[in-house]
């Protein structure tokens, strides 16, 4: 890993309308082969002669099964590539499902808030979960009868998620009513872009690229069609915490931002032979976006998300705004194996339009622009209750959160004293909760919620790039 900086609390602010799933941070190139039968001469004849061994004098119950798969595991492993892998059925099922454009389950966007799974969006349109007449704010407090509170958000969302055409049973919280309701699961299409005009300039549209998946070149074509009709004269264009995805997508949302023949990116082979994929028609289907753009990355964008992001910086001069990115020079390809299983191997570098591997270096942006030190702070911890007397390091990192608030206490202290208590009780006061001073996860949860709107308020690499796109507008460029 590169990054050593520890991002803990604003990742949950940039990321709130991203699904609860992870991909992985890389390229894949998807393509067929047939599986060669393996010879049992030579170099692998140590492993059968191994799996003999152990099948016919292990005193045990043996798995041959995993015999396999730990063989073919290890064998991956022994690459010492991070990206490169053997994936059983159910990672193998997990990749393919992150990357498809759809899943199945119920269509609900959801975040822990107030210790409870919570449906921060409308449903996704004509998904179970509309149809079921969920609505935003709706608190789930029990999957199939098992209570919610307290449980991390990717345990629910995977008791939630399932086949389509099975149901599932959610106990749900509206206002002061609670019912149940019977929800049949089905395939949703999932959105990765998320779009809408600046919240104070009706000529600015956001985009917030969350992955590569196998539809995003198409989404992001249509979002901007939308926002361009909404008013958008410029765009900025966020791929903060995106782990990459499909390497054809970034190639063909690149494409739309170059002039014709202009270099996206470059591949190396193991043998240092290079290729190039320039922007065209074919790539892009003569959509091109010729308004004034910026792009936002950080430390967690990765792979595609900085092949999109270098190709934009160098072949356009479409400046890049933010952190370095996290350096991930390499392409994978996905073989499918017997059994449903797949291989994910490392098959090429991946160089910038001028020919520099990033790998392991990042991205520089254009123009630095970061989070303030307070977006940094870790979240509070919830397996105990905070109070006056407490020492540890948790306390010096509620003191940095509620100096950030504004309140007078003592950054340097690991000491929970009468300071933090009357900070504590007071925001307590104003969110209506039992005011006794003491950090419960109620009260933790509302001192995040304070210091995460703060954050938004004041995410300085998002202003940077709208107003980067502003000079631009104001100047009649064209980038």
């Given amino acids: 890993?590169?990054?050593?900086?520890?991002?803990?609390?604003?990742?949950?602010?940039?990321?709130?309308?991203?699904?609860?799933?992870?991909?992985?941070?890389a390229c894949y190139i998807y393509f067929d082969y047939r599986l060669q039968k393996m010879s049992t001469t030579g170099d692998l004849a140590k492993v059968q002669d191994l799996y003999d061994e152990i099948t016919n004098n292990y005193v045990g119950k043996v798995d041959k099964s995993k015999l396999v798969d730990g063989a073919l595991q290890g064998m991956a492993a022994a690459l010492d590539d991070p990206y490169s892998s053997y994936l059983t059925e159910p990672a193998a099922n997990e990749l393919s499902e992150s990357l498809s454009g759809s899943f199945e389950g119920i269509g609900a966007t959801m975040a822990i808030k107030d210790n409870y799974p919570t449906v921060m969006e409308v449903p996704v349109k004509d998904s179970p979960a509309e149809k079921a007449g969920l609505k935003a704010n709706d608190v789930i407090v029990k999957v199939d009868g098992q209570s919610t509170e307290g449980v991390a958000l990717s345990e629910v969302v995977s008791k939630i998620r399932g086949k389509k055409g099975t149901s599932v049973n959610l106990s749900i919280r509206r206002g002061e009513q609670t019912f149940d309701i019977d929800v049949k699961r089905a395939e949703v299409p999932m959105e990765t872009i998320y779009s809408k005009m600046d919240e104070h300039d009706a000529t600015v549209g956001y985009l917030k690229i969350s992955t590569f998946g196998k539809q995003t070149a198409q989404e992001l074509q249509t979002k901007i069609k939308h926002l361009r009709k909404a008013g958008a004269k410029a765009f900025v264009i966020d791929v903060r915490q995106n782990p990459g995805g499909l390497l054809d997508q970034a190639e063909q949302m690149a494409s739309m931002f170059l002039k014709n023949g202009q270099t996206i990116v470059?591949?190396?082979?193991?043998?240092?032979?290079r290729m190039k994929e320039a922007a065209s028609k074919k790539l892009?289907?003569?959509?091109?976006?010729?308004?004034?753009?910026?792009?936002?990355?950080?430390?967690?964008?990765?792979?595609?998300?900085?092949?999109?992001a270098a190709a934009l910086k160098e072949a356009a001069d479409i400046p890049v705004v933010g952190t370095k990115t996290f350096g991930k020079g390499t392409v994978q390809s996905v073989k499918n194996l017997q059994d449903k299983t797949e291989l994910k191997l490392t098959v090429l570098k991946w160089l910038t339009p001028s020919g520099q591997w990033l790998h392991e270096k990042g991205l520089a942006p254009s123009i630095r622009a970061d989070f303030p030190e307070y977006a940094y702070l870790k979240p509070i911890p919830r397996d105990q209750v905070?109070?006056?007397?407490?020492?540890?390091?948790?306390?010096?990192?509620l003191h940095g959160i509620l100096a950030a608030l504004g309140y007078s206490v003592d950054q340097t202290s690991t000491t929970f004293d009468s300071a933090t208590k009357t900070a504590v009780a007071d925001i307590q006061k104003q969110n209506q909760l039992p005011v006794d001073g003491e950090v419960s996860p109620a009260t933790a949860t509302k001192i995040e919620a304070m210091l995460g709107k703060l954050i938004l308020e004041h995410d300085v690499a998002y202003n940077t790039a709208l107003k980067a796109v502003k000079n631009n507008a104001d100047k009649g460029e064209i980038t």
């Fill in 1 to 25: 890993m590169k990054s050593k900086r520890t991002i803990p609390y604003y990742q949950y602010i940039i990321s709130i309308l991203c699904t609860a799933f992870l991909v992985g941070g």
């Fill in 266 to 273: 470059q591949f190396e082979d193991k043998n240092g032979q």
């Fill in 284 to 308: 892009d289907g003569g959509f091109k976006v010729t308004e004034p753009v910026a792009v936002v990355v950080d430390e967690s964008s990765a792979s595609a998300a900085e092949i999109f």
């Fill in 386 to 397: 905070l109070k006056e007397g407490t020492q540890s390091e948790a306390i010096k990192n």
